[in-house]
């Protein structure tokens, strides 16, 4: 009654499902349903429609609650919350702080020429100014030796127990970005955002709701590469002050990664890894980012969909026919030393997996490849090779007359490589040259054994996916290979005549309807 279904039809099926799922849930974000009618008494309705005069004031303290006294640092007394400004100011810092303390920031946005502390209008949001992280080791001058004096006095410290070196010392930093939701949007009650509802503070005004203005202190513009090390000698130190309006979808989006940021640290991130995060939503546009993510979610359904194609293909095939078995053999080992560099540089998992997974299946198609079977005496294997029949051994003589003429290009390139380029370099390169065999094979032979490729996606994810130099131009080589392969794929085509994949079996009477040439 039901037909049977594939598994690659399962594994697309809910690949599909995935990222539509994944497109509702970010839609949910960035979308909020507006209050359909203002006279609605459901509907809260924006304070900044009046036009009021605001002021920015910001203060420092020693605790979130301003218990000991605050300090007023800055303060825009006409502000426009359509001007975006940056302003650079001097804080002093307390000998609490220069003595591994901490140090607030208190925000407020309220009525101009009116204290925030009496206004009964404001809003006001603290963010921490210092952050505790392991201090950087000295860096010794090769040529003037300044800081030798330090680095041998950390020699000198006790090898057991904490050293200072290893403590978490408080750092400043040295960036505040400000933002306020300019659009006059008017929320529905029964529909209000359960991320926004935090920063919601809402009066009576008459028989109307109002929503004070949308304040928000962007925490992941806070990197590592910001952060100043304060010590005692500190007294004070610059504060870069950034504001600029944020859309509310926009502010969604951001409290949601702001608030998975901060539960990483929770669980145990350390400052420079939560950086790390930081750096994909804060340095990367949201509809580059948007793009990241259908990519990188295509690139491994497609490595999916080869790996399955290659296996399938290689765990049928019983011949070594028409294939190169010097370029397995060189494409497995090229990929184990990619995979282990990749490894070693700690390249991304979407890179990094999939290069993995790869280097197995290599190491498989060898064994293929050369009829390996593997008995185990015991601890100690024997490998036993099979005997090659006669269609594979001119396989063999195509394959190694294809050499032949690729070593002229080879030898004298090894040299040069050997000079200039590291070793990694040279296994890139000459990765490439051993994709050749298999097309003269397939010149020699007249036809062309069906392949997995990749390319052109792959060509896309090296733009986007964060990996070595090294790596991604070599996405770019088989894009010469798949060319001429579609060439050969388009001169070569399939003679459905022949008796079996190989054609090994048709009579002379039945030509090839492939084109001619002449050897």
């Known amino acids: 009654m039901f037909q049977k279904t594939s598994f690659t039809t399962l594994i697309v099926g809910v690949f599909v499902v995935y990222v ?257 995060i930081k750096g994909i939503f804060v340095e990367t546009n949201l509809y580059f980012l948007a793009l990241t993510f259908f990519v990188a979610a295509f690139h491994l359904l497609f490595d999916f969909l080869a790996f399955k194609h290659d296996i399938s293909f290689w765990k049928q095939k019983k011949s070594m026919v028409g294939m190169s078995s010097k370029a397995v053999l060189w494409r497995c080992f090229s990929t184990i030393v990619i995979f282990m560099y990749l490894f070693d540089e700690q390249t991304s998992l979407l890179v990094l997996i999939p290069a993995g997974v790869g280097s197995m299946i290599e190491v498989w198609k060898v064994k293929k490849a050369f009829k390996i079977q593997v008995i185990w005496k015991g601890v100690k294997p024997t490998f036993i090779f099979g005997k090659s029949d006669e269609s594979e051994r001119r396989t063999v003589e195509y394959d190694t007359l294809a050499m032949k003429y690729l070593s002229y290009l080879l030898y004298p390139m090894s040299l040069i490589l050997s000079l200039m380029v590291p070793f990694l370099t040279g296994v890139y390169v000459f990765g490439f040259l051993f994709m050749l065999p298999q097309l003269f094979v397939n010149y020699k032979f007249i036809f062309v054994h069906p392949q997995a490729f990749n390319t052109f996606i792959d060509d896309i994810f090296a733009f986007i996916i964060t990996m070595p130099t090294s790596h991604r131009l070599a996405c770019f080589r088989d894009d010469v290979v798949f060319l001429v392969y579609l060439y050969q794929r388009w001169l070569y085509p399939v003679d459905k005549t022949r008796m079996n994949e190989y054609g090994l079996s048709y009579t002379e009477e039945e030509k090839p309807k492939g084109k001619a040439h002449k050897d």
């Open 20 to 276: 539509l799922h994944t497109c509702w849930v970010m839609y949910g974000i960035v979308y909020t349903k507006p209050c359909e009618n203002p006279k609605f008494e459901n509907c809260i309705n924006p304070y900044l429609a009046g036009k009021p005069r605001l002021q920015l004031s910001i203060y420092t303290a020693l605790r979130p609650n301003a218990d000991g006294g605050h300090t007023l640092i800055h303060e825009e007394e006409d502000f426009d919350v359509e001007t975006k400004f940056e302003r650079i100011v001097n804080v002093s810092l307390p000998k609490k702080t220069c003595k591994n303390g901490t140090l607030y920031a208190m925000v407020f946005l309220h009525q101009a020429g009116m204290s925030p502390w009496q206004d009964p209008r404001q809003v006001h949001l603290v963010s921490q100014l210092t952050t505790y992280m392991i201090p950087k080791p000295p860096e010794v001058s090769l040529i003037s030796g300044e800081e030798a004096t330090q680095a041998e006095q950390l020699k000198r410290k006790p090898k057991g127990g904490d050293s200072a070196v290893d403590r978490p010392v408080s750092h400043w930093r040295s960036r505040l970005t400000l933002n306020v939701v300019s659009e006059d949007f008017i929320f529905d009650r029964d529909f209000l955002p359960s991320d926004v509802h935090r920063y919601l503070r809402v009066f009576q005004n008459g028989k109307k709701r109002v929503y004070l203005p949308l304040l928000f202190v962007d925490e992941l513009s806070n990197r590592v590469k910001d952060l100043m090390e304060i010590n005692s000698t500190s007294t004070e130190l610059p504060l870069t002050i950034s504001y600029d309006t944020i859309s509310l979808g926009k502010l969604r989006f951001w409290i949601h990664m702001q608030d998975a940021v901060y539960s990483l640290q929770q669980f145990g991130f350390t400052e420079k890894d939560a950086d790390e």
